[in-house]
């Protein structure tokens, strides 16, 4: 009221009826017909004046402000390591320097000098430049580096900037906190612990947005499906839906480039293995945002050798089991046939799984072989209907002959 509102010494009368019942009976203020007047002349200067003494020499911390400094510290944390996740996935070893850029590299680099790192040379030196980096700084390269959104949206950011960098600066300077400052630096703190990608994943909006029209129609539709699955939210929905976006991805790919795995076929002994379609899919998880992170013909997993293994930071895995098949199916059949096997391997992790199906039968209906009836998800339920587990399963469309070798 003395020194943040503008209120001049005569416009008492809108203030809080608690406080004009304290500057009343304390005699600092006294009421005339509605209207409420300081009983001392020359009043706020000098309240101001006497206030501003007291404060100057308070050396205690408020009781709310450990909860507030904790909060605060969580908040950087957590927006530090997300930031750190998403640019070791997209640039691996050289992520510190890909992402500081040269003056931000600079920067780190010579704050740690100062600090406890005398004899560093580069950032490779550094166990984590971010952490000789600001909270704004960090704001600042997450804008500037186009790591993309980390799992909120654009404007979330804003308005993080806008509420929580005031509550440090009053932390840095020593000032004194306030009222609100504990719940909302609390909100932060949970809404960027249920919302914020740590994995080092795109978030769903923009693993969908990558994609051209045709296929984002798909990845919006398998994310639908699996949104079944109540276990479907958080990292685990940003992560898996990045396996989906890749394998969609695979599968266009395939139907445009129809690689040797894909072509035309004269005996079974000249058929594609399921090794071809195994290496073949590593390779094409290696290109994309998803590479350094998956393994072929890893044991010890559900109790056995699993075909590609998809491995992500928090501990999650997702094993994408690979199959070949020469006779025509229908969707129950191959799902029969194959998902137990599949669903097995994820039994001591999340329950997410993918089935990949290399499709060499022949004679099909050209129609059965676009992607969108290519790719959907199957849900395992328990006794009361409750889905318990999902599996993707994507068939790759084989033993394909050119265009224009296509007969009715």
């Known amino acids: 009221m003395l020194y943040e509102d503008g209120r001049e010494a005569f416009e008492l009368t809108a203030i809080d009826e608690l ?47 450990p909860q507030i400094s904790e909060s605060c510290w969580t908040i950087e944390r957590l927006v530090k390591q997300a930031l750190r996740a998403r640019a070791k996935a997209l640039w691996g070893a050289a992520w510190g320097s890909e992402l500081l ?8 680099l010579t704050r740690a000098r100062n600090a406890s790192y005398a004899a560093a040379i580069s950032l490779v030196d550094l166990r984590d430049p971010l952490e000789w980096l600001s909270l704004a700084e960090v704001l600042e390269l997450r804008t500037a580096s186009g790591v993309g959104t980390l799992g909120i949206s654009e404007a979330m950011w804003a308005k993080l ?166 006779k025509h199916t229908t969707r129950p059949e191959l799902e029969a046939a194959y998902l137990p096997q599949t669903v097995a391997y994820q039994l001591a992790n999340v329950p997410f799984s993918q089935l990949l199906v290399l499709d060499l039968s022949d004679g099909r209906d050209v129609q059965l072989e676009h992607l969108d009836e290519s790719i959907w998800v199957t849900h395992s339920r328990d006794s009361l209907g409750a889905v318990v587990a999902s599996s993707v399963v994507a068939v790759v469309r084989a033993n394909r002959p050119s265009p224009s070798r296509r007969q009715s």
């Open 19 to 65: 406080l004009q019942d304290a500057l009343i009976s304390s005699g600092l203020a006294y009421a005339v017909g509605d209207e409420l007047r300081w009983a001392i002349a020359d009043a706020r200067p000098r309240l101001r004046a006497a206030l501003g003494d007291v404060i100057a020499g308070m050396r205690r911390p408020q009781p709310d402000f």
């Open 101 to 108: 850029g040269s003056t931000q590299s600079m920067t780190a």
């Open 161 to 326: 900037r806008i509420e929580l960098l005031p509550v440090k600066d009053r932390i840095e300077r020593s000032q004194l906190m306030r009222k609100q400052d504990v719940d909302l630096t609390r909100r932060w703190v949970s809404l960027l612990s249920t919302r914020l990608s740590t994995s080092g994943s795109r978030s769903m909006e923009e693993s969908i947005a990558s994609s051209v029209l045709p296929q984002r129609e798909v990845v919006g539709r398998i994310r639908d499906e699996l949104s079944d699955n109540p276990r479907f939210h958080g990292d685990v929905a940003k992560d898996l839906m990045s396996l989906v976006v890749a394998t969609v991805r695979f599968l266009a790919h395939v139907l445009e480039e129809r690689p040797y795995y894909a072509a035309a076929f004269s005996t079974r002994n000249d058929a594609p293995l399921e090794r071809d379609l195994q290496d073949a899919f590593k390779a094409y998880l290696d290109m994309s945002d998803l590479a350094g992170r998956s393994a072929v013909e890893v044991s010890s997993i559900g109790g056995g050798r699993a075909d590609v293994v998809l491995y992500f930071g928090d501990g999650t895995r997702y094993v994408t089991e690979v199959k070949r098949k020469f």
